[in-house]
């Protein structure tokens, strides 16, 4: 099955700073890779994703590269702000199968003010 | 967006007791969906696929006996906890893909808190 790694597992960034969160994954037919936010005791919010036939994503203040050939993908935050703190889960699926999300092992990010 | 819903949002119950958490897709309808366990500072573990009209597919490692799950309609599935322990304390996440969308978007249900005294 698919196993997908996470680092670092925590984070702590100046406001204003950059923060970057990366993962690997091992299973090639992944293909969609979305990258979660979750707060203390809520759901995941899905933040942005991207496909295996992109090889980056932006919106706005966060942006994703993917490298499909070395199986890793990255999840870039510019500009950070204090409501950016939470937990980054990155994730893989595979479209083509029940689309269960194996999750990577989280990013607790800090922004300092 | 769309929508899925748990209930309960919380429940506390006695060791040994059974609890039922439901999961529903309130504007979509779901032949699948996904069941995940979380603990306090990890990441999300599925645990089961919920498959409408047929038996659930359990991950390795994950008795099917202490963890019934029911998908008798396309919109919802249901997680029951069978003589639940401490250790089964935990928060249980579902989701489910939209069908006929163009990605392959989860919408997560808002959870729901186990704890077992």
């Known amino acids: 099955g698919e196993n997908v790694e996470q680092h670092p597992s925590t984070l702590s960034v100046q406001e204003g700073d950059s923060a970057v969160i990366k993962c690997t994954y091992s299973?090639?037919?992944?293909?969609?890779f979305p990258w979660y936010k979750q707060e203390l005791g809520k759901r995941p919010q899905l933040i942005i994703d991207i496909r295996s036939n992109v090889g980056e994503k932006k919106d706005q203040r966060i942006a994703v590269t993917l490298n499909k050939t070395a199986k890793h993908f990255s999840l870039h935050i510019t500009e950070t702000q204090p409501e950016d703190s939470a937990v980054y889960f990155c994730?893989?699926?595979?479209?083509?199968?029940?689309?269960?999300?194996?999750f990577g092992t989280g990013t607790k990010l800090q922004v300092i003010p | 967006g769309a929508v899925v819903s748990q209930h309960p949002s919380w429940v506390i119950c006695k060791s040994g007791t059974s609890v039922k958490i439901e999961c529903r897709s309130l504007d979509f309808q779901a032949t699948t969906m996904f069941w995940y366990r979380q603990f306090p500072k990890q990441s999300l573990m599925l645990m089961a696929t919920s498959n409408e009209g047929s038996k659930a597919t359990y991950e390795q490692g994950v008795e099917k006996d202490k963890f019934l799950i029911n998908h008798a309609s396309l919109t919802l599935s249901t997680l029951t906890v069978t003589s639940a322990h401490p250790e089964d304390s935990s928060f249980y996440i579902c989701s489910a893909p939209r069908p006929g969308t163009s990605n392959n978007e989860q919408f997560f249900g808002p959870g729901t808190r186990l704890t077992v005294l």
């Open positions: 299973d090639s037919a992944s293909n969609y």
């Open positions: 994730a893989a699926i595979n479209s083509g199968g029940y689309q269960k999300v194996t």
